[in-house]
């Protein structure tokens, strides 16, 4: 399984990124998908999971962040809203499939005052 993330960048604070993750490979549909974030000089933390009909958020991202899924185009998608400064960090997704468990390359978001 591969996972290629994009949809990261600059953006001034109060405003919104939606980032997506594509992944390849077959049973898309079962993988459990995640979004990490490691902020410089600091451990990378979880955001946001998904399996076929739950999500869970950490809690500082609760009403801000929507998580969500299409099987059927391989994506998982973060939508990020209000964003605040302390939102920058490396945004990656994350797969546990039958197979293993696999990161994405990691997009930049930046938060701007």
């Known amino acids: 399984v591969q996972l290629q993330a994009y949809g990261g960048g600059l953006v001034q604070a109060g405003g919104s990124l939606k980032l997506s993750c594509v992944a390849s490979g077959s049973g898309f549909s079962a993988y459990m998908l995640a979004w990490y974030r490691q902020a410089p000089g600091k451990q990378r933390k979880l955001v946001a999971a998904i399996s076929s009909g739950t999500t869970n958020y950490t809690d500082s991202m609760k009403g801000r962040f929507t998580i969500s899924r299409d099987n059927a185009k391989n994506t998982v998608y973060l939508q990020m809203n209000s964003l605040k400064p302390d939102d920058t960090a490396v945004y990656y997704c994350?797969?546990?499939?039958?197979?293993?468990?696999?990161w994405g390359q990691g997009t930049q978001v930046t938060v701007s005052s």
């Open positions: 994350y797969a546990i499939s039958p197979s293993g468990r696999y």
